[in-house]
DNA sequence: TTGATAACTCAATTGGTTTGACTTAATCCT
DNA sequence: AGGATTAAGTCAAACCAATTGAGTTATCAA
């Protein structure tokens, strides 16, 4: 029996932080919204988020945007969020490299840095962290009361105990509890996911995903993963790893081979060093197929069927608003996918009364992990839950 | 803007339906329990269990089961579920019957039935429906008061509007709000879902996903469906019709065809016709399974690697607990299919810490479906959640 | 027998929402 | 212009349910 406890129990205060997140999300999603608007749609009384608003206001949460105009009645007074009223810190961890940014409640970005290092080690790491916080809060200005919390994005597998044999890339963190180690670390409270799923959190707290609040996001960082985003919560899976989109079967020129040895980072950078190209950063890549390389024109046309295909799948195993496609590599190269990918058409998403594409090319670029990292946080205080560790 | 309108609000009533749930719950997972263990496992106060405890009783929910033996202290009193307390109601509408079935809160069948029609449009339905209950009622013997709600299984797609194109398989339904059509004619709440995710809770509630939250569902029912389970819920997709698997490609004989052409019971009955064998019910395939009829036999050849292939993808994409198989398939092939389906290695279900298979056969036979709408109500009030109807 | 431990209860307190009566400010209608 | 209507918002009291802290009861261990 998997004894993993219950979800809290609800009481005053954890009903008054949730309702809280639901008029902080319901101001960030609509606007400027006024009182007995809120309360129509969050089904609590005016008298209810009218406290809320007046504690929210007082804490510098919201401000008054103005009146309504013009209908019948008293003009609602309509209040808005105040962005910067609430920063995320997220954090990158690679073999390599420590990067760090900074983002505010509107989903800007404020900051981002990039800490090269020979080892990765939790004892090197800790005190960089630390030092790379206190930076970013005295570049940005921000006060430390203002940091709702940090995420940190790291390579899983995940903690959830004894997972041997699968080790994790970062030497080590095998069997460091992440989360603790910087939660101590910036006495803050600290979300850790993989590298796709804070990515698709960051499409949805300032990126394409705006609005959307179930969608399939697949992230192109070494490798390929996925995010999944239902009803604004990514999905963890039993053991915290779902997403391993990279082992499933592609077709591949008559063959089934892993999606990610076709359509990743990783086979367009062998297949560029194939042919004589050293590829290392996103604008080699962005050059490459702004002169329409060869060696690059042919992983994307061996790419496209097998990112079809997976979007098939997704798309019929979990009827998402959309899918997107983002992550390290160039705009244009994600914007020539999205246009040249072609979509299944036996599939439940291809219906008539669509608003949207089906396909969305995402937030592209290095650091789109690290910003997500952060964008957990923000969607945290947005999407309330009674799980919330907060 | 998709003007999904948020979750409610919490207040003190609704936080005490939700912690009321939590503690059923606990009681139905952990059995017999003291106050002082659910408190802790809740994270609520002794007191505030003590006083739902009290309630439970007095409305007969629970009854005091005994008490602990050895150990310092005062011994608790425990307090069991009493199944009887509270029964569910499912139905299933298909083209040339409506099933129905009545299960209580320990997951025990109390009733079932079957009525072929001629018709299955809403205005035959609605009335025979409410015969059924009545008769259900009578049969079990139970108080009307006592029924916790309905659940209704029904061909997708689902209500979400204007699905034009898509038209339902059940004549008469198309644009028809089931659940309101029900709930008015049962005076009960009402759920609606299809036949995979029904049968996937049916075997949470009482079959083999006992003590699972997250797993995936694979049901034979004429094609093949998914139920996909995470954290006790189902998921339902963006516009609820997550689960359409039988369109993913799988391989067959060195090709890609739909899934539900190779391992369905359509693909199954329709290559049995071919050798002169008329499989209708459920019966014949357990007997031609019993004879190893080459048709038969063929037919589990071709499906297992498609199976496989399937099973790789949800593990690589849920990372489950355990994927499970069931429907309306005769039990000894469902078993057989588990043996001889082969596991794909690079999964990261493959993994060394396991207590439980990756592949479980689950519950058989042709009211799997009406068994589990029912079920979905059965859940509903042991694993709370805010955003319940109720 | 006594002390430690744990489960549980009682009564008061606390936190937060709802309810209902009232005020304010705009448009609509005559 | 002036009253009716409509909607937003406030105030204070009532209400609901969880928590807190002190006290009671039952068992084990020394």
Redesign the pocket.
Known sequence: MSLLHSPP????????????GLVLGHVRRAGAS???????AS????????????ELVAEGWLYQAG?????????????AIDGKAGVAFGIELRPDAVLCAVIDLDGQTLHTARTAVSRAAPEHVKPLVQTLFDTALAETGTPRARVLGAGVVMPGPFGRTGVSGLSTELPGWDGIDAEALFAEALCLPVTVENDANAAAMFERVSGVATGLSSYAYLYFGTGIGLGLVSDGVLLRGAFGNAGEIGHIPAPYQGTLRPLEEIASRMALTARLRGSGEAAETVADLERLFGERHPAMMAWIEGACPALSHAIHILENIYDPEAVIIGGALPASLLEHLTRTIELPAASISNREDRTRPRLLAGTAGRMTATLGAAALVINQTLTPSLALST
Chains 1, 2 share one sequence.
């Open positions: 129990g609800s009481n005053a205060e954890r009903s008054r932080a949730y309702n809280r006024g009182r007995a608007e809120i309360a129509r089904g609590l009384s005016t008298q209810a988020v009218s406290n809320i608003i007046g009146r309504r105009k013009g209908g019948r009645g008293q003009p609602a007074a309509t209040y």
